[in-house]
């Protein structure tokens, strides 16, 4: 049995069993190219997603300007320039806002001054007044 395994063993065979490799004059050669097909493969794939995402990104802009969005890092920068700008020249805190109803009805203001001149007058000129 172990002479007809090993008349018929083939090259192949006998690399598996253990026996000499042949060794390939080019083989070194063979691998560069092979890794240098690699690398080609692998910048296309990259070249292609870039230019996909960058296609992204326009329909993405596109969108933003149609409904008024603006991206996250625009927000933080706009708002960050606008605490700079208020604290510029300023060495306090950045003052608060005026709350609503200080200052905007002028027309309460008047009769509030009318009614106060009023109260101060005497009675009979109240009484005109009033009526």
Same mark, same amino acid.
């Given at each position: ?18 026996? %000499? ?8 050669? &063979? $691998?560069? !190219?092979? @890794?240098? /097909? *690699?690398?080609?493969?692998? +910048? ?20 933003? %300007? ?8 625009? &927000? $933080?920068? !706009?708002? @960050?320039? /606008? *605490?700079?700008?208020?604290? +510029? ?43």
């Amino acid at each position: 049995f172990a002479l007809v395994l090993s008349l018929g063993a083939t090259k192949d065979m006998g690399k598996m069993l253990g026996g %000499d490799e042949e060794k390939d004059p080019d083989a070194a050669k &063979k $691998e560069e !190219e092979r @890794q240098e /097909a *690699l690398r080609q493969q692998e +910048e296309e794939r990259k070249a292609k997603y870039a230019k996909m995402e960058a296609e992204r990104e326009v329909m993405r802009q596109g969108i933003r %300007d149609k409904y008024g969005i603006k991206k996250k890092e625009e &927000k $933080e920068a !706009e708002a @960050q320039a /606008a *605490l700079e700008a208020n604290a +510029e020249g300023s060495l306090t805190r950045p003052k608060k806002a005026i709350p609503p109803g200080c200052g905007d009805e002028e027309e309460e203001e008047e009769e509030s001054i009318l009614d106060t001149v009023i109260k101060y007058l005497p009675g009979p000129l109240q009484d005109m007044f009033k009526k």
